[in-house]
Structures are given as structure tokens and as C-alpha cells.
């Protein structure tokens, strides 16, 4: 499969990019920034040099064509304002998803925030992003060109994976690591049937391939 990864230089990205090449798929990750080409070859994944802030759909489009699936996994980051929560967590997103369905891109795989609500109140910088999440989130899962799931993980911990997790519709808080998180990804991406399905992600018991087969209903 050839996967196309917004923020494809972000932690779980790479993570998931390093998965993908190991078994053969082609990984390609769309950054920002050039200088972090080599880290992404090192992942074995082929890095593109575009800007999600400024792009056009059409450019955006023009990366994706092709593609078997997409995943989102952008983000403005711990240390941005609220003005970017905007332009990346919702903006890039939407964008996003509006090339995928340009571009003839079904497959469309969210990485979003537990907690991400539309409504959410608050005026501090977590709650903006909150709401960014949430407003990226609705408008993804109404196109109907997308067989989109959207994917809530639990607190992100660089703790060592386990391949153990919960993944439900309402799962509660809790952490998650990282490698988990990427190795769940994979496994959706391979699970056309969790389409439609908005999911949260935490720490667990059962096995990722198991917990996927049973929250597609196979």
C-alpha cells in the first residue's frame, strides 16, 4: 500500500512510518520543514517538503493522488498559540480532507485528541485545541467521499510498547504509548471495516489485531 502521512515528521508518524516499510508498504510523509528529509529516509519513508498552513487543496491533491489511504497525524504542538490550534489542528485537517476526496482518496485515518469537542468551553490554549480537534473531527466525518475512522489515543507516553490496549468507543482516560498508538494505526488502515467509527485508544489488555477485529465487528 502506498500511505500518505501529514505530520509525517511528528512521533507517532515516524513510528508508524518505520512500520509500514518494514513490511514492504510505501510510507510518504508530508513536512514542513526540509531538514527533517533525512530523518524520515532513516524511517524509511519518502519525506515531501509541503506546507499544510499555505498549501492549495489542488497541491495537496496532487501528493495524495495515488494513495491507497491517508492518515492526519499534523499538529501545531505543545508550545503553539491559539492562533495556530487553527491553521494545523482544524485548517490542515480540513484541508486534508478535502484533497483526499479531490484526489479520489477514500481511506482516511484521523489521529485526534480524546476530549475533542466542538462545544468544548474554556478560553486557555488546551481548550481552543480541543475545540480545534473536535471541529477538524465533525467536518471529516461528514464528507461522504471518506471512509474515515478518527482515532482519540489516551495520554502519549514514550514508554516502550506492549501490544496490549483498549480500544472502544469510550474507553475512560488513561495512557497510551506511542509505539501502540502507531502499531493500532497500522492495523486500521489494514481494517476497511472501522470506517465510521470514532474510536479512543488506551492502554489495555487485549492484543492491537485483536482489539481492531473486534471493534470492526469481525
Known amino acids: 500500500m502506498r500511505i500518505v502521512i501529514a505530520g509525517g515528521h511528528g ?34 519513508a519518502e519525506p515531501v517538503v509541503l506546507d499544510l498552513e499555505s498549501a492549495s487543496v489542488e497541491e495537496v491533491a496532487e501528493v495524495l493522488r495515488g494513495a491507497d489511504a491517508v492518515v492526519f497525524a499534523a499538529g ?24 483526499a476526496e479531490q484526489a479520489g482518496v477514500r481511506r482516511y485515518v484521523v489521529v485526534s485528541s480524546m476530549g475533542a469537542d ?33 482515532l482519540r489515543p489516551g495520554m502519549l507516553t514514550n514508554d516502550a510498547g506492549t501490544g496490549q490496549v483498549l480500544l472502544a468507543a469510550s ?5 497510551i504509548p506511542r509505539d501502540d498508538v502507531a502499531a493500532v494505526l497500522m492495523e486500521l488502515l489494514d481494517t476497511p471495516a472501522t470506517a465510521g467509527l470514532t474510536l479512543e485508544l488506551i492502554s489495555g489488555s487485549k492484543p492491537v489485531a485483536v482489539s481492531v477485529k473486534d471493534v470492526a465487528g469481525n
Not at 19 to 36: K, M
Not at 77 to 91: F, N
Not at 171 to 175: A, C, H, L, S, Y
Request: no cysteine; glycine share 12%.
Open 11 to 44: 512521533q507517532i508518524a515516524l513510528r508508524l512510518e518505520r512500520l509500514l516499510a518494514a513490511r514492504g508498504d510505501e510510507a510518504v510523509g508530508v513536512i514542513r520543514n526540509p531538514q527533517q528529509s533525512e530523518d524520515l529516509r532513516a524511517a524509511g
Open 171 to 175: 474507553t475512560g482516560r488513561g495512557p
Open 76 to 99: 501545531a504542538g505543545p508550545d503553539s498559540g491559539s492562533a495556530r490550534k487553527d491553521t494545523v489542528d482544524r485548517g490542515a485537517a480540513v484541508l486534508f480532507a478535502d484533497a
Open 118 to 150: 466542538p462545544d468544548h468551553t474554556g478560553d486557555e490554549v488546551f481548550d481552543i485545541y480541543q475545540r480545534a480537534k473536535g471541529e477538524a473531527d465533525a467536518y471529516v466525518r461528514s464528507r461522504s467521499g471518506l471512509d474515515w475512522t478518527v
